[in-house]
């Protein structure tokens, strides 16, 4: 395979390289660096990916469009680049919203146009669904988001369809569930937390915490989307990648003061605009379609985020004046 990764030194994305690298795929990966964390943890996550020879870092904003030599010859286009995060949506940051996640992906679907073989799998989000009337919610419900961020996700995704329709791009849209693990940003919950309960510092939980999520983890995302690089006869479909670990943030934060050793420090504050109560996937479709199955229960995966901080934590303190 011969695949282009957009976001390639973000938490999923540089995930996803590795792992195609390791299968024995050529990448090409894109990041241009944005500043919703930094700079410092981006280049981290790609350390692993430089030591391969089948690698080629390309520094490119997408936004900015020409990239019709980036798309040429892939067999498989990952669009993951994004502006993320609900909290940060409103406002003054909406532009670079529209800019990164709509504008962007316009300009990758166009150079995708005269490559019809290539297969271009769009990491969309559970935000799209708002407080979503179904639960388990299946791809058929009507998208109602209720975050600046859900809204520039869907009309990535309604942008991916409608270059499907009109000009054959060969696109898979997959709606990606509370993705958590190893290298999650460090603005999200259970990097929030896992920092936290190492360092016995207070952690700030937005709402009561009864909130519940389907919790994906990452490496059952990254089966899922090669799964939708592979599929036959799935060209402008949508599919739901949950974790089937549907739990209370209060229920997390119980499995992260088992795996510290302690009791955590907690202050509950308000609920952000536009955080949803509740998410639950219904992934019959994707499993039935594409043969996923998420294999990780949360407390597996909280285990193994929370490890990976415990040695972040570590080596930095070690690289400390």
């Known amino acids: 395979m011969y695949a282009l990764v957009t976001g ?6 540089s995930h996803l390289t590795e792992t ?8 090409i990966g894109v990041d241009c660096f944005n500043d919703n964390y930094g700079r410092r943890d ?13 690698f080629e870092f390309v520094p490119i904003d997408l936004a900015r469009g020409d990239l019709f030599d980036l798309v040429e010859g892939c067999d498989t286009v990952f669009h993951l680049a994004a502006e993320p995060g609900v909290r940060a949506s409103w406002g003054d940051r909406f532009e670079q919203y529209l800019r990164n996640n709509v504008h962007a992906t316009q300009q990758l679907l166009e150079a995708a146009v005269n490559s019809p073989r290539t297969r271009f799998v769009y990491a969309s989000s559970s935000s799209i669904y708002g407080e979503a009337e179904t639960s388990p919610t299946p791809e058929d419900v009507t998208p109602r988001p209720i975050s600046p961020y859900g809204l520039t996700k869907l009309s990535a995704e309604q942008l991916c369809d409608l270059y499907h329709l009109s000009h054959g791009v060969n696109v898979v849209s997959l709606r990606l569930f509370s993705v958590y693990g190893p290298r999650q940003r460090p603005d999200m919950a259970f990097n929030r937390f ?5 360092d016995d510092s207070p952690i700030e939980v937005f709402g009561d915490g009864e909130q ?7 490496g059952d995302v990254i089966t899922g989307l090669l799964l939708a690089a592979r599929a036959p006869g799935v060209e ?10 549907q739990a209370s943030v209060n229920d997390a934060l119980e499995l992260i003061a088992e795996l510290a050793g302690r009791e955590l420090r907690i202050r509950y504050g308000e609920a952000p605009h536009g955080d949803v109560r509740a998410t639950c996937a219904d992934t019959a479709r994707t499993e039935a379609t594409l043969g996923f199955v998420p294999r990780t229960p949360l407390a597996k995966g909280l285990a193994a985020e929370f490890e990976w901080m415990r040695a972040l934590e570590a080596s930095q303190a070690a690289l400390a004046p």
């Open 8 to 13: 390639c030194a973000g938490f999923v994305g």
């Open 20 to 27: 195609l690298l390791a299968e024995g795929a050529e990448v």
């Open 42 to 54: 981006k280049l981290r996550n790609l350390q692993r990916a430089m030591d391969w020879e089948g």
């Open 194 to 198: 896992c920092r936290a309960a190492l």
């Open 212 to 218: 519940t999520r389907d919790f994906t983890f990452v």
């Open 236 to 245: 402008g479909r949508v599919f739901n990648i949950g974790g089937g670990s």
